[in-house]
C-alpha cells in the first residue's frame, strides 16, 4: 500500500490528517459544506474571530459550569498506593463531558449562519447535550436515535423533547447508534445547505475529529493547570476511556508535546516521569475475539483489536471482517459501543504516544460500584472503565495520576444494575429494598 | 473511448442499478438479466456494503437483504463473472471494500497486494467496466484512480447540486465513462418531480465533453423524458427498480414475474429517455 | 399568648430562636446530642477550630464543584424585560444545593467523632446527597425512607445503594416523608451516642436551622460576589423557592443585611433598589384553601397560609388543623412538599423582610418546560416554583433579579411528564416518540 | 403533696398507659377502666397527635387507629371526663396540641386565651391530674409549668439515660408528681430484656426525693420485679398493654374479653412490682 499523500498545508487545512488516518471520505454533495466547515473553523476557532473562542468559553463557564475540579480521591489513592486525582467532567452541565463539544459546534453554527442542527445519538450523552446546547442557544434541533434505544434510554429521550428538540426515531437495521448515524447522513445530505450536523465524538470527516478535540481540549488545559497548582507539576499518567475518543483528546491533548517535566518538584516529592504517560481505555466487553462468521465483536475495542480501514467518513482504526465490512460492536457501555475510534488517537497509539488498554465489562461494573461507595461518585458506565484500568494494570503509572471522569452515571443506573444482577459483581449492592 | 463511454454514443444511455444479491443470488442474476433485456446501455452493480451512508432506505434494504443473505466481494466478483450481459457494468460500492480487498493470488511485485490495486485488477478480471464510489470525493481519489488508470477501468465521480464551480471543474477532469449528476440533494430514492436544479447542474456541464448522466430519484418514463429533453446524457435509476425487487421479494412473487415487471419497467424509463432525446430544443449530440 | 423569654446568650447559644420561632422541642434522651451539636457547631463552624470550614470549602470546591455560576438566562431577560440571572446550583454534584448541606454535618460529624449517619428522605433530594457525602468521607450511613416513596422513587434508592448507604423502607402510615423523619428521630433516640442525624433542611431543634443555613450561606456569599463581578451591584430581587427553606435561606443569608446599595452603579445603568428583595416561593399546590374535615392541605405553603405551632423540634409555621394536628401537604414538587418551613424563614416573612409568595402546581409545570426549552436547563420541579413566580408576579422586581436554580430536574422527568399529561399545559412538549 | 405523688405512697405505683380512643371511643372506655381494675395506681392517658416522634411502632399504631377514628382534643377531654376510675390522670401528648389549645369559653382576662393555661385549666376541670409532654424539655417548659402551677396540677419530665448531671438537676427540680425514669435508649416499645442503664438511673437519681417511676420496655411481671428491686418507686407500662388491644382489635375479639386480658396483665405487672419491692436490698420508701 502506498496511499501516502504530502501533509496538507498546514496553514489551510488544519488537521485534515493524522498521519495516514484521517481525511474526508464522504459524498460530493457534503463536501462544500465540510470545505465551509473547515473554513468556519480555522476562522472561529483556530484565529478566534469575532471573539468566537472568548464567546464559547464564557458560555463553557456561566452555561457549562467550567472550569471543572480537580479532585484528589483520597480512598483510592490509598488503595492505589499513590495520588489518584480525578478530573470532573461529571459535573459540566448535562452530566457529562459532551457539552464541550456540543456548545462549540452549535456556537459555531450559529456564527455559521446555520438554522438547525441535526445530531445523532445512540444511547449515551450526545444528544441530550446537544438539545441543551441548541435550546441554549435558541437553535432548532433533531435528534435521529434508533428506535430500540429510544425504547431502551427512555430518560435521554425525555431530556431531548422536554429541551424541545425533535427525536426522531430511526426504524431501519437494528435500530442503533450505526443506523442513527446513517440516518442522520441522510438528513444532512439533504440539509446541508442550511443545517450543521453536530458529530457527538472526534470521529467524522475532517475537519471534525480536530474541531471536536479542540472544543474538548479545555479539559486537559484546566487540568494542566490545576495539576500544577494542586500538585506542583504535570500527572505522571492521564487515563481515559475510549469510545469515539472524544474525552479522551479532551484530556490528552495538551499532554502529548509534555515533553520532559521542568519546575519545581511535588509537594509530595514523587520523581516526575520523563513524559506524561497517556492511556486510552476501550471496553474489552465480554471478550476480545471476534465472531467472523455473524460479523460481531463482543468488544469495542477497535484500538486494540481493530484494523485500519475507513468508516464514517475517516480512515481510521475499524472492528471490520476481512471483507471489510463493519462488524457489530459490544459493551455494557453504550457510549463506548462503536465500531470505529478517532483517527488522532488511532495514529497517537501508532506511534506509541498513548497506550491503548481495555477493560471489560465485569471489571468495569466492579470499578462503577467501587468509586461509587469509596468516594461518594457515581461515574458512568463508560468512565467505569478508565477506572478499572488502576485496579486491573500491572502498570507502573507513577506516583500522580490523573482520570478523566467523563460522565456521570445517572444514566446508567437501571443498566449498571441490570447488568450488575446477571454476573457476579463482588462489591454490587444488594438491591433486596424494592418490593 | 472506454465501452462505458461508448455506451452513451447512440443515443440517451439508460444506467440501471441494482444491487448485487438482492434478496440472494440466483434471483438476482435473473433480474441483472433483466436489465439489459429490458434496454440497459450500462448496468450498475451494487457491492453491498454495511454503512450505506449515502443511500436512502429503499437501496439500504436491499443492501441488509443481501448481506443477511450472506453476500461476500469474493461472491460479487464470482455473480458479476457468471452474468450473461452484454452491457458494460459499473461496480457501485464504498470504500472501504476497496480499501480492505486482498488478493488471493498476489501477482508481481510486493504491491498492489491490498487496496484498490488488486481490487481493480479482480473487477477487470471479471468483466467490470468501471467504478462509483459515493464515498470518495476527489480529495480521496488518487490511489483508486490510479488503478483504473493502470487498468484502464472507468472511474465515474458524482456531482452535486452543491458542487461549487472549482470543485466541478476537478470532479470532471477526474472522471472517465460519464459523469454523474445528482439530480437533487439528498439520498438515493424514487420521487415524483424532476428538481429545477438538475436543469441547473446539466447547464452548468454543458461544456464538458463527458456525457453526462443523471440519477436520484428517477421513477418514471415521464420523468426520464424530461430528463433527457433537459440535456441529459443518460438516465441512472436505482430505487425505482429495488422497489420492484422488494415487492416481488415481500409477495412471494415468482421470480420469473418480477423479472417480467423489471423488465418491463426498463422498457418504460429506456423509452422516455429516448423519447426525450427527440424532444430536445437543439440536441447536442445524436 | 406570652411566651417571651429573654434572648439567650448569643455567645453562647447561636441563632437558637428566631423572634419567637425556633427552639428545641425534643425528647430529653436526644438534648444532649443537642446540646452536644450545639457546642460543635459553635467550635467548629462559627470558630474554625481545627480548621474545619477550611476543610468544608475545600471538599465543597473540589468534591463538589463550587463556585456554581451566576449565568445570565438571555431568552428569560428578553421575556421579562429585564436582567434575570440564574444561580445555578443544579450543577453541584448530586444535582441540587442540598450537598452543602450534607456534606458540612457529615464532616462535622466526623469531627465530633460519630460514627455513623442517619438521615430521612421523601422523594427529594436529601438522601442521595447524604449518601453521597458519607460515601465521600467514608461514613456508615442510613437513610429511612417511606415505602411508598421508595417504590415511587426508584432512581433516587438506586443512587444511595450504589454510594453504599442502607435504605431503611419505613411501613408505618402512608409510607412518605412525614413517617420517614419520625423513625429517623426514633433510630437517633437509640443511637444518639454514636451517630448524627443529618437533617435535610433549615427545619428541627437548634443548632439544626441556624447550622443548616450556614452551610447552604456559600451560595449568598457567591451570588453576591458574583453580581458584583458581573453586574457591577447587588440584585434587586433575589427569588428562591421554599419547602424546609434551605435553599432559601442559603441564598438569601447574605442579603437579608444588604442595607442600602453603595457602590459604582449597574452596566446596564438601572436604579439599583435600597434593599435586596427577597422571595420565598411555596408551592401552591392545587389550591390555598385546606379541607380540614380529611386534614388536608392541597398545597405545601406554611409561610402564606399556615399558622405558629410545633414541629419536629421546632416553633415555626405550619400546616394544621384547629386542634393543632399537622396537615396532609401536597405538591406536584415531592421537595417542597411538607407541612412545616423553617423557623428563621417564617420570622423573616414576620418580619416583612421576607415575601412569602407561591405558585401553583400548573404554572410550576409551565415554568419547567420554559427554563428548558428556552434555556437548555432542566430544572427541578421545585426551582420551577421560582421560576413560576417570575411568570406570575405583578411585583416590580427590578432591574436585576437572582433565580436560585437549586436543583436539575432529572429527578423529575417521570413526574413532570406524567403530571404534564394530566392537565393542560400548554408549552408541554409531545410525547409520541415512544412506541 | 398531689394526689399523684401520693399514689407512690403505698408501695410501688403501676402506671399503665393507653391511647384514648384506641380503636374507639367506647371500647377505649371499657379498657380504660380494666386498667384501674387490674390495680393501676397512676393512668397515663393518650391524647393522640399525629407526629409522635417520641414513641415506638406500637404506640404510634394506637395513635393512628384513634386518630382515624375521628378523636379530637374535644373528644379526649370528653372521655376522661366520662371515665370512671378513682386514681389519678396524667395526660400523656406532643406540645403543638398544648400550644394550639384554645378555650371555647374565655375566662379572666385577655391572656390565656391559647395555649397552655387553658389547656390546663381545661384538663383540670375534666379531672386530669398531671402531664408528660415528651417533646416538650425542660428548655421550653416555662409556659406549660407556670400554668400546671397555678392550675396545682403536677408536670413529669423524662429522665434519660443519657441526661447528664446538670440537666438532671434540673429535670428533677421541674417535674411534680414522680420523675419518669426513661430505661433505656429509644423510644416506647415492649422489649424482652432490663437494660443496666435503668439500673445506673435510679442510682443517679436516689439523692432526689421525687417518686422515681420507671418506663419504656416493661412488658412482664418478672420484668417490673426486677426494676422495683432495682430501686424504682413504680413502673411503667405501655407499650405490652396496647399489643392487647391492637390484638383484641386485629382478631376481631369482642372488647370484653379484651378487657379482662387487659386486666390481667395488669394485675401481673402489678405483682411483679409489689413482689419487687419485698427483693430489695435496703428499701428506701414502703
Ligand atoms: C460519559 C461518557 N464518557 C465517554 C463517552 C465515550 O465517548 P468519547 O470516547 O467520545 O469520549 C460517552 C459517550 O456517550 C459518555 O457519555
Ligand atoms: C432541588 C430542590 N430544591 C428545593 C428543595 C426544597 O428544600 P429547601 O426548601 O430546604 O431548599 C428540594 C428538596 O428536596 C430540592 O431537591
Redesign the pocket.
Known amino acids: 500500500m502506498s496511499e501516502s499523500k504530502p501533509d496538507p498545508d498546514p496553514e489551510t487545512e488544519a488537521d485534515a490528517k493524522f498521519g495516514d488516518y484521517g481525511g474526508q471520505y464522504v459524498p460530493e454533495a457534503l463536501m462544500p459544506a465540510i470545505e465551509e466547515l473547515q473554513d468556519a473553523y480555522e476562522r472561529y476557532v483556530l484565529d478566534n474571530e469575532d471573539g468566537f473562542m472568548d464567546e464559547f468559553r464564557r458560555r463553557l463557564r456561566d452555561f457549562g459550569g467550567r472550569p471543572t475540579p480537580l479532585q484528589r480521591a483520597d480512598t483510592l489513592s490509598e488503595r492505589y498506593d499513590r495520588d489518584v486525582y480525578l478530573k470532573r467532567e461529571d459535573l459540566l452541565h448535562g452530566g ?3 457539552l464541550n463539544n456540543a456548545l462549540g459546534q452549535c456556537l459555531l453554527a450559529k456564527y455559521m449562519g446555520k438554522e438547525r442542527i441535526i445530531a445523532e445519538t445512540g444511547a ?3 444528544g441530550p447535550a446537544t438539545a441543551m446546547a441548541a435550546a441554549h442557544l435558541g437553535m432548532p434541533c433533531e435528534i435521529y436515535m434508533g428506535r430500540r434505544d429510544i425504547n431502551r434510554q427512555r430518560p435521554n429521550v425525555f431530556r431531548m423533547r422536554i429541551n424541545g428538540a425533535e427525536v426522531n426515531p430511526v426504524t431501519t437495521g437494528r435500530g442503533t447508534l450505526k443506523e442513527a448515524i446513517s440516518e442522520t447522513m441522510r438528513d444532512w445530505a439533504t440539509t446541508v445547505e442550511n443545517t450543521h450536523y453536530i458529530i457527538g ?2 470521529v467524522g470527516p475532517a475537519p471534525f475529529p480536530a474541531m471536536v478535540r479542540d472544543f474538548h481540549s479545555v479539559i486537559s488545559e484546566e487540568t494542566r493547570k490545576q495539576a500544577k497548582e494542586q500538585y506542583g507539576r504535570l500527572p505522571d499518567s492521564v487515563v481515559a ?8 483528546m479532551g484530556i490528552f491533548a495538551d499532554f502529548v508535546d509534555s515533553g520532559p517535566q521542568s519546575g519545581p518538584e511535588s509537594a509530595s516529592g514523587g520523581e516526575p516521569r520523563a513524559d506524561v504517560g497517556l492511556y486510552a481505555v476501550e471496553a474489552g466487553g465480554s471478550s476480545l475475539s471476534v465472531d467472523e462468521e455473524r460479523g460481531v465483536a463482543p468488544n469495542s475495542a477497535s484500538l486494540s483489536t481493530g484494523s485500519e480501514g475507513v468508516l464514517h467518513g475517516a480512515r481510521t482504526k475499524l472492528l471490520q471482517d476481512s471483507d471489510g465490512q463493519i462488524m457489530e460492536s459490544h459493551s455494557v457501555s453504550s ?2 459501543d462503536y465500531a470505529g475510534v478517532g483517527p488522532e488517537l488511532a495514529h497517537l497509539v501508532d506511534e506509541e504516544r498513548v497506550e491503548a488498554v481495555n477493560v471489560d465489562d465485569d471489571a468495569a461494573l466492579e470499578a462503577f460500584h467501587r468509586l461509587s461507595q469509596a468516594e461518594g461518585i457515581i461515574p ?1 458506565l ?2 467505569a472503565h478508565a477506572l478499572g484500568f488502576l485496579e486491573e494494570t500491572d502498570r507502573d503509572l507513577g506516583e500522580f495520576v490523573v482520570i478523566n471522569v ?2 456521570r452515571g445517572d444514566k446508567d443506573l437501571e443498566a449498571a444494575l441490570e447488568e450488575t444482577e446477571q454476573r457476579d459483581i463482588p462489591n454490587a449492592p444488594e438491591m433486596e429494598v424494592f418490593e | 473511448m472506454s465501452d462505458i463511454e461508448a455506451a452513451f454514443e447512440d443515443g440517451p444511455a439508460f444506467v440501471p442499478y441494482l444491487a448485487a444479491g438482492d434478496p440472494e443470488i440466483d434471483a438476482s442474476q435473473r433480474y441483472v438479466e433483466a436489465l439489459a433485456a429490458g434496454g440497459a446501455d450500462v448496468i450498475e452493480l451494487g457491492l453491498p456494503f454495511s454503512e450505506p451512508i449515502a443511500e436512502g432506505p429503499t437501496i439500504q434494504s436491499a443492501i441488509v437483504r443481501s448481506l443477511e443473505g450472506g453476500m461476500t466481494v469474493d461472491d460479487y466478483f464470482e455473480f458479476v463473472d457468471s452474468l450473461d450481459v452484454d452491457v458494460p457494468v459499473v461496480c457501485m460500492t464504498y470504500y472501504n471494500l476497496i480499501y480492505q480487498y486482498e488478493d488471493d493470488e498476489p501477482q508481481g511485485g510486493s504491491e498492489g497486494q491490498k487496496g484498490p490495486a488488486p481490487f481493480v485488477r479482480k473487477a477487470k478480471e471479471v468483466g467490470i467496466d468501471g467504478f462509483v464510489v459515493p464515498d470518495l470525493p476527489a480529495e480521496e481519489a488518487d490511489p483508486l484512480r490510479t488503478a483504473c488508470d493502470e487498468a484502464g477501468l472507468d472511474l465515474i465521480f458524482i456531482v452535486a447540486p452543491t458542487t461549487n464551480e472549482e470543485r466541478l471543474d476537478r470532479l470532471v477532469s477526474l472522471s472517465s465513462g460519464y459523469v454523474y449528476v445528482q439530480a437533487r440533494l439528498g439520498v438515493t430514492g424514487a420521487r415524483e418531480d424532476v428538481s429545477e436544479r438538475t436543469t441547473a447542474s446539466l447547464d452548468r456541464l454543458a461544456g464538458y465533453d463527458l456525457p453526462k448522466a443523471v440519477g436520484f430519484g428517477i421513477k418514471s418514463g415521464e420523468q426520464a423524458r424530461d430528463i433527457v429533453a433537459g440535456g441529459a446524457d443518460g438516465i441512472i435509476v436505482g430505487s425505482a427498480l429495488v422497489d420492484v425487487v422488494a415487492d416481488g421479494y415481500e409477495s412471494d412473487e415468482p421470480v420469473a414475474e418480477t423479472a417480467d415487471r423489471l423488465e418491463a419497467l426498463c422498457r418504460e424509463l429506456k423509452q422516455g429517455a429516448v423519447a426525450g432525446a427527440q424532444d430536445r430544443p437543439t440536441p447536442e449530440r445524436t
Open positions: 457529562a463531558h459532551k449515551g450523552q450526545h465524538s472526534i476511556c475510549a469510545g469515539g475518543g472524544s474525552n479522551t457510549g463506548l458512568a463508560e468512565t467523563s460522565g
